[in-house]
């Protein structure tokens, strides 16, 4: 059986939070094509309206479906970026992310994404984590149980959150490990010559 992988995007949405999360899960897709079984994911990029979306560094990306159409995901990604800001205040986005997450079977986050889903309700009372910058602020609107700070990502029951940008990719490797299996989540990862060494500090 298909399942829906729901990534919500928005204006001025951090890029990598969501791409990085997008690749782990279509390349999960194509690493089991290639053994010659059927893609087990439907991956869906997902705005409150069909027109393009400018993220926040200016790149353009047109959503797959909109949330009034959308089927239900069975795994949720909410992105962060500057954008956060302004829709937690948007209620009609904030009551969709509440209503998609009671089907979900994960419900996830990067960055301040965790703002969203704390707003929203399914991340509130839970453990969590976003962006270093931003664990204070997060800290002071008190729907977090606790806000980490220095971790990768934390995971609270079917919640899981992941610190600012590249750390979404580390979610979403653990999460395929979860939702397949470890080993597949590895091979998801050398297909993707994700090997992390950054420069300066792994210079050669």
Known sequence: MISTIG??????????????????FTMVNEVFERSGEARPHEVLLIAERAAPVRCAKGMIVTP?????ACPKPDVLLIPGGQGTRREVKNEALLAWIAAA???CQWITSVCTGSLLLTAAGPAKGRRVTTHWGFVEQLRARGEASEVLERVRYVRDGNVVTAAGVSAGIDMALWLAGQIHSPALARNVQRAMEYDPAPPYAAEV
């Open 101 to 103: 997450s009671r089907s």
């Open 7 to 24: 990534i919500l995007i928005f204006d001025d949405a951090e890029e990598l939070d969501f791409v990085g999360p997008y690749e782990v």
């Open 64 to 68: 797959h479906t909109t949330t009034g």
